[in-house]
């Protein structure tokens, strides 16, 4: 996405004049000063009617309680509270616009390099031209989404919601990101050969990456393209143990899995959950036939079963990772981090006006419902579902890129001679390729799940939206820069944890949470590496606009003086109800 600013003259002059918002993507903003609209006299009754009547027009009516008689600062409170709510709606509407941008890949003949899951194939893997076409007219308002044609039992995942609107933080339209890696570039090449040798190395514990001649093999080749992003070696070269990684401040930095993926979880003095989890079996593949490729494609609901292991174990493996963010509900893995947090007592973060760490506090009142516990568990929640709605706007209404699955069916019909695609030739005669040929008896993508990938497109990769912005608000509440007691990593077969020798920090670990959730999904062969890393980055941007109204809504006498962070590129900020600066 590149941002051009829009003028909006329709919209009041503040009553303070200030500095315009700072392009969408940097989210620096300044203040917009208040109106001084009046809205009408404050209702003094309560109904009796019942809770309809509490929350609607009926309060006018009913018992009438003196206000003095109850704990309200003045008669103007609901006043002060529409004048906040219009300030902050004024905040996120001065400045310029973030206006999308897509790679240009649905322009290409028989939309080849769409996401077109769901939707009837030919025996080619192509789609329907109509179907896709009812889908586009449906997303720009001019048919029935009812009336989308499907190949399948499977239903497109709410591609409604891509339409939605958000009540906290950025509108969901109003969030920046860069074009897709286009289907021909060397990046999304380098990208499939990614996914190729994590598929072949899905059951290599994640700790002994270093000690796999396959994995030696896949950092030669991924080091030698010019389009790979993922991390490397200060001479460029990539050390086993760090393939598959993140980028992320933190993501290099001890064992390959973040803390809060091993940790014990407290819910309170009477329940400690340990975090041995259920995994598939090793060797089970699916989508390694093109019939049954197809048949995926269009829609249809596998017929082969999830095969697991009798036993619990730590995530040890790429496809533990992969089983874990299978079917875990959206923001799991966050509020398992922050009850970790809460319950080893870590340090709030210095900008907690009760209780930031380094600092007296207040000497007569504990965070509790504001900058406590409550507060912190519904902040991780309540920004879920503002991610989402920027997650579907780009997915279904800018990028509609295909999945990996539906790249790795191009490959195996050029490869075979049926079909041909303008695909990187580092991709189509890549050791990757090859070795997964050998193994599998095929060039189509091996996935770690029987249905494959959802159907909905691919980037930005939901989980990746979501981890950014979950963890951006966990950063916002706890100090980062914290040392987490007594690391630990999976033993070899996962049973038991082990000591690891590294020094790791809260914001480092929360980093390290996030790029593992995204880069899980990866393992399961159904996002690509920039699915995951601008997924983060736009989740992070809507937690920042998110945390702007946040700290709106607390109480004057705080004199809260807004949130601090550092961001995923190592820039720390301040976030106050007017915007977000350079701390």
Partial sequence: MSDTPRDREDVPAPESSSPSRAPADSRIDTEPGVESDRRRNVLLGLAGGGLL??????????RVVPLQSR???????????????????????????????????????????????????????????????????????????????????????????????????????????????????????????????????????????????????????????????????????IPPDLLFRGTLPGDAVGPHL???????????????????????????????DYDTWLACQNGESPTADEVYTDDRRYVTTGRDLATYVHRDFPYAAYLRAALILLGMGAPFDPANPLAGSGSPGSPSSAPFVDFGGNDVLDAVAGVTVPVQHANWCHKWLVHRRLRPEAYGGRVFRTRSGEGSYPIPATLLDSQAVA????????????????????????????????????????????????TLPSPVVP?????????????????????????????????????????????????????LGYLMDRARSYADTYDFAGFTLTTFDGERVRITAEGVVSA
């Fill in 258 to 288: 973040s803390q809060f993926l091993l940790a014990p979880i407290p819910e309170g003095d009477t329940l400690t959950i340990d975090q041995r989890y259920r995994v598939l079996a090793a060797g089970a593949d699916y989508l390694t």
């Fill in 53 to 62: 009547s509490l929350l609607g027009a009926g309060r006018a009516t009913g």
């Fill in 435 to 482: 070795e997964t040929a050998a193994q599998f008896g095929t060039s189509l993508l091996p996935q770690a799940y029987p249905e494959g990938a959802p159907l909905h497109p691919s980037y930005p990769a939901g989980h990746a939206g979501i981890a950014g912005a979950a963890v951006t608000v966990l950063k916002a509440y706890f100090d980062e820069d914290w």
């Fill in 491 to 543: 033993s070899a077969d996962g049973s038991t944890l082990e000591s690891a020798d590294a020094t790791l920090t809260v914001g480092g670990e929360l980093n390290k949470l996030a790029s593992n959730v995204s880069i899980g999904r990866n393992w399961a062969g159904i996002h690509y590496r920039s699915d995951a890393a601008d997924g983060l980055r736009l989740g992070e941007q809507v937690a």
């Fill in 71 to 237: 704990d309200f600062h003045d008669r103007n409170r609901l006043t002060d509270a529409f004048k906040r709510r219009l300030a902050a709606a004024r905040t996120h509407l001065r400045g310029e616009m973030a206006v999308p941008e897509s790679n240009g890949d649905d322009d290409l003949p028989g939309y080849y390099a769409s996401f077109t899951k769901g939707l009837p194939h030919a025996a080619t893997g192509e789609v329907a031209a109509s179907a896709y076409e009812s889908l586009l007219a449906a997303l720009a308002g001019d048919e029935a989404f009812s009336a989308i044609p499907l190949g399948g039992e499977r239903k497109l995942v709410n591609p409604e919601a891509a339409l939605s609107y958000n009540t906290t933080g950025y509108d969901p339209h109003d969030v920046a990101m860069p074009p897709a890696p286009a289907f021909a570039s060397d990046e999304a090449g380098a990208e499939m050969v990614e996914l190729y040798w994590q598929a072949l190395l899905r059951d290599v514990p994640l700790e002994s990456l270093e000690d796999s001649p396959l994995a030696m093999a896949a950092s030669a080749e991924l080091a030698g393209l010019s389009g790979y992003t993922g991390p490397t070696a200060g001479d460029g070269s």
